[in-house]
């Protein structure tokens, strides 16, 4: 892994801003929101917004990215099939957790007002409890609003056991940030087999889960085990990140009644598409593969 992100590293960052395009909705809110338009008008697909940025330092550069997202919020008035996910580093938990808190508050009870779904992302090991904490805090007040959990992590078991009668709304994925052998699995299958135990486990506690994966095979997994336990279509869903080319199998799930929503990320500075990029390919060096492969497909 460590030789693998020195590597990436390296890539300059207009070949990597070239590898993103695929992935990344374009540089402003109103591609987005083209993007998302096409995607739900010719595939009827769902789409979660996500504006690219995190780990923000300084209080003015928080409050850009929030004002973004109430104008992405606003944007989506006529577009039912969209919600939107925020990352707590980029609404200031590291100017100051208190800051962040009243920023995710504030934004929750707006979407709240307009009925609009909010995910809470989840980021580096050293907020996960604050993340966490906060999600319980904030859901009874805000029914709309959902969070992450990382089939990766050795604790997401317990995590789960500690939203016990929250009723939560999960994105349920592996997870994509660099965790110590201590706290997390290091080989993908049994992230993966993991990642069905705990579609299991959150089903069973009467959480609304969204299976996150691109991996045909325990997709096709996950999907038998919701059907074993007879979840209705409308507490359920599967989710895969934009430029990720799964058009079988999402056309496959939505026939048979199923959300599925894609994460669509655009950035306003290229900057934080890149930065994206680099841990995308870091953690899977296959995407380099898909990226390629989606080039050549749109120049045929």
Not at 154 to 182: M, Q, W
Request: with cysteine; hydrophobic share 40%.
């Amino acid at each position: 892994m460590n030789f693998r992100k020195t590597l990436v590293n390296l890539i300059p960052g207009p070949l990597v801003r070239v590898f993103a395009a695929p992935y990344v909705a374009g540089d402003s809110l109103e591609k987005a929101l083209a993007a998302a338009d096409k995607f739900h008008a010719e595939k009827k697909l769902d789409i979660t917004l996500d504006i690219l940025g995190e780990a923000e330092t300084t209080e003015s550069k928080v409050k850009a990215a929030v004002e973004v997202y109430y104008r992405a919020l606003a944007a989506l008035k006529d577009r039912p099939f969209c919600t939107l996910s925020i990352k707590p580093g980029h609404f200031g938990y590291y100017v100051s957790p208190d800051f962040c808190k009243a920023n995710i508050e504030n934004f929750a009870k707006a979407c709240q007002a307009a009925g609009r779904g909010l995910t809470v992302d989840m980021e580096d090991t050293d907020i996960t409890d604050w993340t966490l904490a906060l999600y319980r805090e904030l859901k009874p007040k805000y029914p709309i609003l959902g969070t992450v959990l990382q089939s990766r992590l050795f604790r997401t078991e317990k995590d789960i056991d500690s939203l016990a009668g929250v009723g939560a709304h999960i994105r349920n994925c592996i997870g994509i940030y660099n965790v110590p052998a201590s706290l997390a699995m290091t080989n993908k299958r049994d992230m993966k087999e993991n990642l069905l135990k705990l579609t299991r486990k959150l089903v069973a506690g009467g959480h609304y889960v969204a299976v996150a994966t691109h991996d045909v095979e325990y997709i096709k997994k996950a999907r038998a085990i919701l059907e074993e336990l007879k979840v209705p279509k409308n507490r359920c869903e599967f989710q895969m990140l934009l430029g990720v080319p799964r058009d079988a199998i999402q056309k496959e799930l939505v026939e048979a009644g199923y959300t599925l929503r894609v994460y669509l990320p655009f950035a306003e500075d290229w900057r934080d598409s890149i930065a994206y990029l680099r841990r995308r390919l870091i953690e899977s060096p296959t995407m380099v593969f898909l990226v390629l492969k989606n080039i050549f497909k749109r120049n045929e």
